[in-house]
Protein backbone atom coordinates (compact mmCIF):
# COMPACT_ATOMS: atom_id res chain seq x y z
CA UNK A 1 0.00 0.00 0.00
CA UNK A 2 0.79 3.79 0.31
CA UNK A 3 3.89 4.47 2.38
CA UNK A 4 1.73 7.17 4.30
CA UNK A 5 -1.16 5.03 4.48
CA UNK A 6 0.19 3.91 8.06
CA UNK A 7 0.64 7.53 9.11
CA UNK A 8 -2.18 9.29 11.06
CA UNK A 9 -0.80 12.50 10.62
CA UNK A 10 -0.90 11.72 6.36
CA UNK A 11 -4.21 9.84 6.15
CA UNK A 12 -5.82 12.74 7.97
CA UNK A 13 -4.36 15.58 5.53
CA UNK A 14 -5.86 13.02 2.60
CA UNK A 15 -9.24 12.87 4.27
CA UNK A 16 -9.33 16.75 4.83
CA UNK A 17 -8.05 17.55 1.02
CA UNK A 18 -10.54 15.15 0.36
CA UNK A 19 -13.48 16.45 1.92
CA UNK A 20 -12.58 19.90 0.64
CA UNK A 21 -12.61 18.30 -2.83
CA UNK A 22 -15.48 16.72 -2.60
CA UNK A 23 -17.14 20.54 -1.07
CA UNK A 24 -15.76 22.03 -4.05
CA UNK A 25 -16.70 19.54 -6.32
CA UNK A 26 -20.28 20.36 -4.69
CA UNK A 27 -19.82 23.92 -4.80
CA UNK A 28 -18.96 23.29 -8.99
CA UNK A 29 -21.60 21.03 -9.28
CA UNK A 30 -24.30 23.84 -7.64
CA UNK A 31 -22.72 26.23 -9.73
CA UNK A 32 -23.15 24.30 -12.94
CA UNK A 33 -27.00 23.92 -11.78
CA UNK A 34 -27.11 27.25 -11.59
CA UNK A 35 -25.90 28.60 -14.72
CA UNK A 36 -27.70 25.76 -16.52
CA UNK A 37 -31.29 26.95 -15.51
CA UNK A 38 -29.95 30.58 -16.21
CA UNK A 39 -28.28 29.48 -19.46
CA UNK A 40 -31.75 28.00 -20.30
CA UNK A 41 -33.97 30.06 -19.02
CA UNK A 42 -32.02 32.80 -21.77
CA UNK A 43 -32.04 30.51 -24.89
CA UNK A 44 -35.62 30.20 -24.24
CA UNK A 45 -35.91 33.92 -24.20
CA UNK A 46 -33.80 34.70 -26.85
CA UNK A 47 -35.37 32.27 -29.08
CA UNK A 48 -38.89 34.03 -28.07
CA UNK A 49 -37.17 37.03 -29.02
CA UNK A 50 -35.95 35.97 -32.49
CA UNK A 51 -39.15 34.20 -33.11
CA UNK A 52 -40.95 37.01 -32.63
CA UNK A 53 -38.93 38.99 -34.26
CA UNK A 54 -38.97 37.25 -37.10
CA UNK A 55 -42.69 37.05 -37.16
CA UNK A 56 -43.12 40.87 -37.28
CA UNK A 57 -40.03 40.99 -40.15
CA UNK A 58 -42.27 38.34 -41.79
CA UNK A 59 -45.41 40.45 -41.34
CA UNK A 60 -43.29 43.81 -42.11
CA UNK A 61 -42.43 41.50 -45.58
CA UNK A 62 -46.17 40.59 -46.24
CA UNK A 63 -46.87 43.85 -45.80
CA UNK A 64 -44.89 45.41 -48.30
CA UNK A 65 -45.43 42.92 -50.92
CA UNK A 66 -49.56 43.15 -50.77
CA UNK A 67 -48.86 46.91 -51.28
CA UNK A 68 -46.44 45.92 -54.28
CA UNK A 69 -48.86 44.07 -55.90
CA UNK A 70 -51.37 46.39 -55.10
CA UNK A 71 -49.37 48.77 -57.17
CA UNK A 72 -48.81 46.61 -59.97
CA UNK A 73 -52.45 46.12 -60.21
CA UNK A 74 -53.10 49.91 -60.35
CA UNK A 75 -50.50 50.57 -63.00
CA UNK A 76 -52.02 47.69 -65.03
CA UNK A 77 -55.40 48.85 -64.60
CA UNK A 78 -54.02 52.36 -65.78
CA UNK A 79 -52.23 50.84 -68.89
CA UNK A 80 -55.59 48.73 -70.00
CA UNK A 81 -57.06 49.72 -72.50
CA UNK A 82 -60.86 50.26 -72.50
CA UNK A 83 -62.78 48.06 -74.45
CA UNK A 84 -66.07 46.80 -75.33
CA UNK A 85 -66.62 43.19 -75.39
CA UNK A 86 -69.29 41.58 -77.97
CA UNK A 87 -70.70 40.78 -74.88
CA UNK A 88 -70.82 44.41 -73.40
CA UNK A 89 -71.59 45.69 -76.95
CA UNK A 90 -74.87 43.32 -77.06
CA UNK A 91 -76.06 44.72 -73.82
CA UNK A 92 -75.73 48.55 -75.16
CA UNK A 93 -77.33 47.99 -77.69
CA UNK A 94 -79.98 46.44 -75.98
CA UNK A 95 -80.39 49.07 -74.02
CA UNK A 96 -80.60 51.72 -76.62
CA UNK A 97 -82.66 50.03 -79.43
CA UNK A 98 -85.57 52.13 -77.66
CA UNK A 99 -84.36 55.06 -79.62
CA UNK A 100 -83.64 53.33 -82.94
CA UNK A 101 -82.98 56.27 -85.36
CA UNK A 102 -80.87 58.20 -83.38
CA UNK A 103 -78.64 59.60 -84.79
CA UNK A 104 -74.95 59.89 -83.48
CA UNK A 105 -71.46 60.91 -84.41
CA UNK A 106 -68.44 59.40 -83.35
CA UNK A 107 -64.90 60.08 -83.26
CA UNK A 108 -61.53 59.98 -80.62
CA UNK A 109 -59.98 63.22 -80.00
CA UNK A 110 -56.89 63.02 -79.14
CA UNK A 111 -56.13 60.17 -81.82
CA UNK A 112 -54.89 57.52 -79.63
CA UNK A 113 -55.02 53.80 -80.79
CA UNK A 114 -56.44 53.38 -77.91
CA UNK A 115 -59.84 55.79 -78.23
CA UNK A 116 -60.11 54.97 -82.16
CA UNK A 117 -60.49 51.25 -81.18
CA UNK A 118 -63.14 51.97 -77.89
CA UNK A 119 -64.73 54.86 -80.68
CA UNK A 120 -65.52 51.99 -83.53
CA UNK A 121 -66.72 49.65 -80.63
CA UNK A 122 -69.31 52.22 -79.75
CA UNK A 123 -70.43 52.64 -83.16
CA UNK A 124 -70.79 48.79 -83.70
CA UNK A 125 -73.30 48.49 -80.43
CA UNK A 126 -74.90 51.77 -81.94
CA UNK A 127 -75.45 50.43 -85.12
CA UNK A 128 -76.25 47.53 -83.74
CA UNK A 129 -79.25 49.33 -81.48
CA UNK A 130 -80.57 50.88 -84.63
CA UNK A 131 -79.24 54.18 -84.34
CA UNK A 132 -77.77 56.08 -87.06
CA UNK A 133 -74.41 55.73 -85.98
CA UNK A 134 -71.01 56.99 -88.10
CA UNK A 135 -67.51 57.39 -86.94
CA UNK A 136 -67.30 61.46 -87.60
CA UNK A 137 -63.29 62.24 -87.02
CA UNK A 138 -63.68 65.68 -88.49
CA UNK A 139 -66.52 66.98 -86.04
CA UNK A 140 -64.78 65.40 -83.22
CA UNK A 141 -61.87 67.59 -84.19
CA UNK A 142 -63.63 70.75 -85.16
CA UNK A 143 -64.85 73.32 -82.64
CA UNK A 144 -68.10 71.24 -82.01
CA UNK A 145 -65.80 68.33 -80.28
CA UNK A 146 -62.15 69.35 -78.71
CA UNK A 147 -60.35 67.03 -76.34
CA UNK A 148 -61.96 65.07 -73.68
CA UNK A 149 -61.13 62.92 -70.97
CA UNK A 150 -62.96 59.89 -71.05
CA UNK A 151 -66.05 59.60 -72.78
CA UNK A 152 -68.19 62.86 -73.73
CA UNK A 153 -71.31 62.77 -75.48
CA UNK A 154 -72.67 66.24 -76.47
CA UNK A 155 -76.21 67.16 -77.09
CA UNK A 156 -78.14 69.67 -78.82
CA UNK A 157 -80.99 71.36 -76.98
CA UNK A 158 -83.33 68.70 -78.35
CA UNK A 159 -84.90 66.81 -76.16
CA UNK A 160 -84.36 63.64 -77.74
CA UNK A 161 -80.68 64.45 -78.04
CA UNK A 162 -80.61 64.49 -74.51
CA UNK A 163 -82.43 61.59 -73.74
CA UNK A 164 -80.44 60.23 -76.25
CA UNK A 165 -77.03 60.79 -74.77
CA UNK A 166 -78.35 60.05 -71.16
CA UNK A 167 -79.27 56.78 -72.36
CA UNK A 168 -76.05 56.36 -73.88
CA UNK A 169 -73.84 57.61 -71.06
CA UNK A 170 -76.10 55.28 -68.56
CA UNK A 171 -75.35 52.13 -70.92
CA UNK A 172 -71.73 53.26 -71.41
CA UNK A 173 -70.80 53.62 -67.63
CA UNK A 174 -72.66 50.48 -66.56
CA UNK A 175 -70.12 48.84 -68.85
CA UNK A 176 -67.12 50.38 -66.78
CA UNK A 177 -66.39 52.98 -69.36
CA UNK A 178 -66.24 56.48 -67.48
CA UNK A 179 -68.86 58.48 -69.58
CA UNK A 180 -70.85 62.24 -69.36
CA UNK A 181 -72.95 64.39 -71.27
CA UNK A 182 -72.98 68.28 -71.49
CA UNK A 183 -74.91 70.21 -74.54
CA UNK A 184 -73.71 72.41 -76.57
CA UNK A 185 -74.66 71.64 -80.01
CA UNK A 186 -76.09 73.93 -82.16
CA UNK A 187 -78.42 71.99 -84.58
CA UNK A 188 -81.50 72.51 -82.29
CA UNK A 189 -81.89 75.76 -81.03
CA UNK A 190 -84.25 76.70 -80.47
CA UNK A 191 -85.62 73.09 -79.92
CA UNK A 192 -87.77 72.14 -83.31
CA UNK A 193 -89.15 68.32 -82.95
CA UNK A 194 -91.70 67.20 -85.67
CA UNK A 195 -91.86 64.46 -87.49
CA UNK A 196 -90.07 65.33 -90.37
CA UNK A 197 -87.12 67.24 -89.26
CA UNK A 198 -83.24 66.52 -89.94
CA UNK A 199 -81.83 64.36 -87.70
CA UNK A 200 -79.15 66.70 -86.80
CA UNK A 201 -81.67 68.16 -85.08
CA UNK A 202 -81.73 65.89 -82.30
CA UNK A 203 -78.14 64.03 -83.33
CA UNK A 204 -75.37 63.46 -79.97
CA UNK A 205 -71.59 63.87 -80.57
CA UNK A 206 -69.53 61.14 -79.34
CA UNK A 207 -65.93 62.43 -78.13
CA UNK A 208 -63.64 59.46 -77.08
CA UNK A 209 -61.13 61.20 -75.03
CA UNK A 210 -58.10 60.07 -72.65
CA UNK A 211 -58.45 57.48 -70.37
CA UNK A 212 -58.89 58.99 -66.87
CA UNK A 213 -56.29 58.54 -64.60
Known amino acids: MFSWWSSLD????????????????GFCTAVALVLVAMTSKQIGFLQGRDTQQARGESQQLRERLQATQQELEETKRHLAWR???????????????????????????????????????????????????????????????????????????????IAAASALVNALNAEGIVAS????????SPPSPGPHDALITYMVLVIVGDKPQ
Open 83 to 161: TLSPQQQASIAAKLASLKGQEAAVGANPVTAEGVELATQIVSALKAAGWVAAPRQVMVEGPLGGVASGVIVRTTADPRS
Open 10 to 25: AVTRVNVDAQWALAIA
Open 181 to 188: QIGGLPFA
